[in-house]
T-cell receptor
Framework: GAVVSQHPSRVICKSGTSVKIECRSL??????MFWYRQFPKQSLMLMAT?????????EQGVEKDKFLINHASLTLSTLTVTSAHPEDSSFYIC?????????????FGQGTRLTVV | GQNIDQPTEMTATEGAIVQINCTYQ??????LFWYQQHAGEAPTFLSY????GLEEKGRFSSFLSRSKGYSYLLLKELQMKDSASYLC???????????FGKGNQVVVIP
């Protein structure tokens, strides 16, 4: 399968600061990338869908000014958590899908454990 | 909206067979995925069903009934490493948007 790399895997930041998480498709061009958040023992919740070169589409209840998404190229999307607070502590996971034979499946990154103190 | 329902937890013995059920209500249904997730890690793809019927892949099989909004994942010859959460996810409205169930935690005991 295709490889998606997410960085960093863990980050601890102070309340009020911003954190950037990167999601890269290493061996395919990802026309669409997705960002999910998962709280302990809960399901993955889709936050937003980003398409290369256009604005991200946010799910209901997700603040687009707080969770900035940039998908500047076909291999990279970034999620920036701005002015982070302890309640933003969570597991953030990206996934990417491409065209052709890669269109059916979304491939997941390793996830980022964010802890805001 | 999307509604996906899974039982939360089950325990099974090594070597046994377990069936994990998933029911869903969704609009714009494209297909159904099963993922395995170990604690603190990202989900790993197991199977994908689009048409009704059974898909078999080694020790894992997945079944789909679109008319009933129902799927199950069958795990055979359970191994200790199969202890994980199993997530049912529905793909909807194209573009690979996924709505996940809460996952079923399977605990394998000797």
């Amino acid at each position: 399968g295709a490889v998606v790399s997410q960085h960093p895997s863990r980050v601890i930041c102070k309340s009020g600061t911003s954190v950037k998480i990167e999601c890269r498709s290493l061996d395919f061009q990802a026309t669409t990338m997705f960002w999910y958040r998962q709280f302990p023992k809960q399901s993955l919740m889709l936050m937003a869908t980003s398409n290369e070169g256009s604005k991200a589409t946010y799910e209901q209840g997700v603040e687009k000014d707080k969770f900035l998404i940039n998908h500047a190229s076909l291999t990279l999307s970034t999620l920036t958590v701005t002015s982070a607070h302890p309640e933003d502590s969570s597991f953030y996971i990206c996934s990417a899908s491409g065209g052709g034979s890669l269109n059916t499946e979304a491939f997941f990154g390793q996830g980022t454990r964010l802890t805001v103190v | 909206g999307q509604n996906i329902d899974q039982p939360t937890e089950m325990t099974a013995t090594e070597g046994a067979i377990v069936q994990i059920n998933c029911t869903y209500q969704t609009s714009g249904f494209n297909g159904l995925f099963w993922y395995q997730q170990h604690a603190g890690e990202a989900p790993t793809f197991l199977s994908y069903n689009v048409l009704d019927g059974l898909e078999e892949k080694g020790r894992f099989s997945s079944f789909l009934s679109r008319s009933k909004g129902y799927s199950y994942l069958l795990l055979k010859e359970l191994q200790m490493k199969d202890s994980a959460s199993y997530l049912c996810a529905v793909s909807y409205y194209g573009n690979n948007r996924l709505a996940f169930g809460k996952g079923n935690q399977v605990v394998v005991i000797p």
